[in-house]
């Protein structure tokens, strides 16, 4: 059974730091590429960190130099260390994974996925809440 289960989201204030975790299971971790979304109240769905199977990154403009992605394939996890947290930082966050082939399995009510995204598995999502 496909799982990717989302933790280390909380509250925070302005210029703190969240380790989020996101723990695979059911499919092959270390070929897949996994990435970050994250939807904040009344927003779209942003793609906020990639990180693939053979370890390139990718980061959003807004949180360069202050987010870093990184996996664990020994424990199936990949994390998203965030410093210098700022109020706009607060969303709900959401874990993904490409591992083709393979089925769709979305948690929760959906979060950020779209039928045109690379990313065929997904966590239920983590709220993150930074305050000024």
């Known amino acids: 059974q496909v799982q990717l289960v989302e933790s280390g989201g909380g509250s925070v204030q302005a210029g703190g730091s969240l380790r989020l975790s996101c723990t695979a299971s059911?499919?092959?971790?270390?070929?897949?590429?996994m990435g970050w979304y994250r939807q904040a109240p009344g927003n779209e769905c942003e793609l906020v960190s990639t990180?693939?199977?053979?370890?390139?990154?990718y980061y959003v403009d807004s949180v360069k130099g202050r987010f870093t992605i990184s996996q664990d394939n020994a424990k199936n996890t990949v994390y998203l260390q965030m410093n210098s947290l700022k109020p706009e930082d607060t969303a709900v966050y959401y874990c993904?994974?490409?591992?083709?082939?393979?089925?769709?399995?979305?948690?929760?009510?959906?979060?950020?996925?779209?039928?045109?995204?690379?990313?065929?598995?997904w966590g239920q999502g983590t709220q993150v809440t930074v305050s000024s």
């Open positions: 990180i693939s199977s053979d370890g390139s990154t």
């Open positions: 993904a994974a490409d591992s083709a082939p393979g089925e769709l399995v979305v948690a929760g009510t959906g979060g950020c996925w779209r039928p045109w995204l690379p990313y065929n598995y």
């Open positions: 059911g499919f092959t971790f270390d070929d897949s590429d």
